[in-house]
């Protein structure tokens, strides 16, 4: 499996990863939308102790919350690198024989066997 699989597969990873981020994050913020477009004052009043606590209920500490933090960083990035690095095989395997060139390329002119 070559450098250039690798760059490709995580290539197109990183941006299917993006597109899936980038529709989650859109749907979420029209989903929010069209709950404050039917959200009355009367009804954000009369339910405003149920938002209060939900607001006050999230406090975690720092510590936790840092680890917390790194654990799912190091797990992104764990599942980028493995998609990444299935994606490469895969491509390595489907242009495996597309070429009759020897891995890496024809040889330098300096090299004896160079006819």
């Known amino acids: ?8 597969a995580k290539t197109v990873i990183a941006i299917v990863l993006g ?8 749907s979420s913020m029209k989903a929010d939308a069209h709950r404050a477009k039917e959200l009355t004052m009367e009804q ?7 938002y209060k606590a939900k607001l006050g209920g999230g406090q975690l ?9 790194v654990l799912m960083v190091v ?8 998609l990444a690095f299935g994606l490469g ?4 395997r489907i242009t495996r024989g597309s070429t009759d060139q ?11 066997d160079r006819q």
């Open 44 to 50: 954000y009043v009369a339910d405003f102790d149920s």
């Open 102 to 112: 020897p891995v890496g390329g024809p040889p330098p002119p300096w090299v004896a």
């Open 75 to 82: 797990a992104l990035f764990a599942v980028y690198e493995a």
């Open 89 to 92: 095989k895969l491509l390595a």
């Open 1 to 8: 499996m070559g450098r250039e699989h690798i760059f490709v």
């Open 61 to 69: 500490a720092m510590a936790p919350a840092v680890v917390v933090g």
């Open 19 to 26: 597109v899936l981020l980038g529709y989650g994050m859109a």
